[in-house]
């Protein structure tokens, strides 16, 4: 008797199939800097990602190691280009562990303000950023007109709208300008108000949260054992801020919180940057109110110090000192020393030694975003694929520091 055919139902047959591979990156418009992502992807989903650095390695580290110590500002500058007034004042508080030194008060609120300037400027890039990649360009627009004004202060006071290297070995290059004070006051109103009209278009949109909320969550313990800092660690909970912990400069001195979150998702992690610019300005408002008028910002110790220029031009003693400072660079004492700050991004930490020379001999940067973009493979893992641009979004990869 033949065997009589039946119709098979082809939609329950399981084809064997191989992951798909794609290559996300390094050029690609969510990629935050030149990272390559290699993706193994079942359908939507990713089945395995492995997150590749190191495309825009700068060597920033061997460059500092080739000149002088005050030549190394422009360099750190660099490894944070959205906040280099903070990689400004963490490597300048390095050296002066190492150099014993302390600087004036009137210089310890001037570094206080303008970090916190930077600070809100890099938050404002990272939550504008993630705004856009998610379709929400408006927002973008709030975000970017409010950085836009802390870079007009920035600049009258500097020189220089994005990278400064306005910081110096025992204090900084100049003084405030004469509208310091109230160039700030008259801005902060401003940038907060148009801070909170961005954040009032995504806050509670529909689409905005779908594509945010409870995507790629980290507990605390992990976030702690995988080395995060910074508003990321706080987003999980951790309410671990190098201001409060261990305080440097005047922070001992300003009432200010430190936010966390409860979930550690992108959501928060938006969030909490968001909530970190309301909590710079009331740092920043403190100090304005309790920074002296008078007084200097720069030690008074020759061998650190460049001379004024009024003093080089008319004594050969000053030219002198001008000479070997330029050419020889400052005298740190022979040792070592690890000095940290909280930054836009986390705990930024120098390890620096000295051989008793006008020049490192080894700078070592621990930069707060390189073990949480180590972390990003683990995040996006069995997630889909447009889960991954928030994600890296919320993690504010920079390449410069993370390719230091």
């Given at each position: 008797m033949e065997p009589i055919d039946q119709e098979v139902d082809e939609t329950t047959l399981e084809l064997p199939s191989d992951p798909m591979q794609l290559l996300m990156g390094?050029?690609?418009?969510?990629?935050?800097?030149?990272?390559?992502?290699?993706?193994?992807l079942s359908g939507e989903t990713v089945v395995r990602a492995d997150v590749q650095i190191g495309y825009l390695h700068r060597g920033f580290e061997k460059m500092c190691e080739r000149g002088t110590w005050s030549q190394c500002f422009p360099y750190v500058d660099r490894c944070n280009?959205?906040?280099?007034?903070?990689?400004?004042?963490?490597?300048?508080?390095?050296?002066?562990?190492?150099?014993?030194?302390?600087?004036?008060?009137r210089a310890q609120y001037y570094r206080v303000v303008m970090g916190e300037l930077a600070r809100m400027a890099d938050h404002l890039v990272c939550t504008a950023a993630m705004c856009m990649e998610l379709g929400a360009f408006t927002p973008f627009l709030w975000f970017t007109r409010a950085r836009e004004m802390i870079f007009d202060i920035l600049e009258e006071e500097t020189g220089a709208r994005i990278t400064h290297s306005f910081a110096r070995v025992g204090g900084m290059a100049q003084p405030p300008t004469d509208h310091f004070k109230p160039a700030i006051r008259a801005a902060l109103p401003a940038v907060l108000a148009s801070m909170e009209?961005?954040?009032?278009?995504?806050?509670?949109?529909?689409?905005?949260?779908?594509?945010?909320?409870?995507?790629?969550?980290?507990?605390?313990?992990?976030?702690?054992s995988m080395g995060w800092t910074g508003p990321c660690l706080r987003s999980a909970g951790v309410p671990y801020d190098v201001r409060k912990a261990h305080p440097y400069l005047v922070y001992d001195r300003f009432d200010f919180d430190v936010p966390v979150g409860t979930r550690g998702d992108n959501y928060d992690r938006f969030m909490i940057r968001m909530e970190e610019i309301r909590q710079s300005a009331r740092i920043i408002g403190q100090a304005l109110d309790q920074m002296p008028d008078e007084g200097p910002v720069r030690i008074d110790d020759r061998r650190y110090v460049l001379p004024d220029k009024d003093e080089v031009y008319a004594t050969i003693e000053s030219t002198i000192q001008h000479f070997k400072i330029v050419m020889e660079g400052i005298p740190v004492p022979a040792g070592e020393a690890y000095g940290f700050t909280e930054a836009a991004n986390g705990q930024l930490g120098f390890y620096l030694v000295s051989d008793g020379t006008g020049t490192p001999w080894r700078v070592r940067i621990r930069p707060p975003c390189f073990p949480i973009v180590s972390t990003l493979g683990r995040l996006i893992t069995h997630r889909m694929i447009p889960d991954i641009i928030p994600t890296f979004g919320s993690l504010n990869m920079i390449g410069g520091e993370c390719d230091h």
């Open positions: 390094p050029s690609h418009p969510a990629m935050h800097g030149t990272v390559r992502i290699v993706l193994d280009y959205a906040s280099p007034m903070l990689n400004n004042v963490g490597f300048a508080l390095a050296v002066e562990k190492l150099c014993g030194i302390t600087v004036p008060e009209e961005g954040l009032s278009l995504v806050e509670r949109n529909r689409i905005f949260i779908d594509r945010t909320a409870d995507v790629a969550a980290i507990s605390g313990q992990d976030a702690v």
